[in-house]
């Protein structure tokens, strides 16, 4: 049987470059090769598009130089005739290696996961791994997330969101407001992105400024959400299209004081069970909630959605969805 020719496409312009560099290996070292013939293909930083050689080592390398036989290209989003193209006449690129059957997208963040790849591909009819568009834009963007997750009745935390002029300077009522609205402690987020990039707790009025001073770094929109004290961190994976399955649920228990990058990509030290130490009836509320919350995007191929699960009433709130969850050796 012809193998299915793959283009894994990785790093990219995000905070999350380096999880997306872990992601990729994990996802390249996984695909069968009596299956697929893998095709990696690297972004840059800064944006350049690198084929050929092994892109994936220059990326972690930072890239000081391009290795051998490694390419600089661009993407040609024609439906008539996509796939790469070259920018150097050398070193000189293997015809084969320009075009591919599927993009595996494993980027993280904005400028991958959060639709705008999903459009190039989309304009040059080539088929992609995960969610479209609408979904992929949805799911990294919290504040349409949650608003999307609101009208479809699902259970969410409190929460404002933000933009750079309520920040700059920042309204000396504000820290007064959120205290009325949401309670200290409390979590600022960028609105646009992943991994825990940018992510604060607050635990008092005075931490604050500098919380969303932090968050607004990353993104003109910024959420401030109310604290699930004491909640259990439940994540349930979803795949399939129209008809989505639900996975088992697995719990976090962070070290720290809660989930952050250190804990997800450096430490390696939170404890992971899985399934998760529910009750039947618990699991049952997950699953569905995990299915609907995919649903409510229209999300596509998989999905990861995360919870907070009270240990005494196992009430169930959900916390976010993401459409390309980590691959990394440590990731759910």
């Not at 893998?38 to 220059?58: E, Q, T």
Request: aromatic share 6%.
């Amino acid at each position: 049987m012809e193998r299915l020719r793959v283009a894994v496409l990785f790093g990219g312009r995000s905070g999350e470059h380096e999880v997306s560099l872990m992601s990729a290996q994990s996802v390249i070292a996984a695909l069968d090769p009596d299956r697929y013939e893998v095709i990696p293909v690297g972004i840059a930083k800064d944006g350049r598009w690198l084929v050929g050689g092994d892109p994936l080592a220059a990326l972690k390398e930072g890239l000081r130089q391009l290795p051998p036989n490694t390419v600089p290209t661009t993407f040609a989003p024609d439906p008539s005739s996509p796939g790469l193209i070259p920018l150097s006449p050398e070193p000189e690129l293997d015809s084969e290696r320009q075009h591919f059957d599927i993009v595996f997208p494993v980027l993280h963040g904005p400028y991958g996961e959060d639709g705008t790849v999903q459009g190039l591909l989309e304009l040059a009819n080539v088929p992609y791994v995960g969610s479209g568009v609408a979904a992929s834009a949805a799911g990294m963007d919290k504040a349409l997330m949650k608003g999307l997750f609101k009208g479809a009745g699902l259970p969410i935390l409190d929460y404002m969101v933000l933009k750079s002029p309520d920040l700059s300077p920042m309204r000396s009522e504000l820290a007064e407001e959120i205290g009325e609205k949401l309670g200290y402690p409390c979590f600022v987020k960028p609105a646009n992105l992943g991994s825990s990039v940018g992510v604060n707790k607050v635990e008092s009025p005075e931490e604050l400024s500098q919380a969303l001073k932090e968050a607004a770094r990353y993104d003109r929109k910024v959420i401030v959400e109310k604290a699930a004290e004491g909640y259990r961190e439940i994540e349930c994976s979803v795949l399939g299209n129209d008809d989505p399955i639900a996975s088992v649920p697995g719990e976090i228990r962070p070290k720290g004081g809660f989930y952050d990058y250190r804990a997800k990509y450096i430490d390696n030290t939170s404890e992971l069970i899985i399934p998760a130490q529910l009750s039947s009836e618990a699991v049952k509320r997950v699953q569905e909630l995990a299915i609907q919350a995919f649903l409510a995007i229209d999300g596509a191929g998989l999905a990861r959605v995360d919870f907070f699960v009270h240990p005494d009433t196992e009430e169930v709130v959900i916390n976010e969805i993401n459409t390309m969850p980590g691959f990394t050796p440590i990731s759910m």
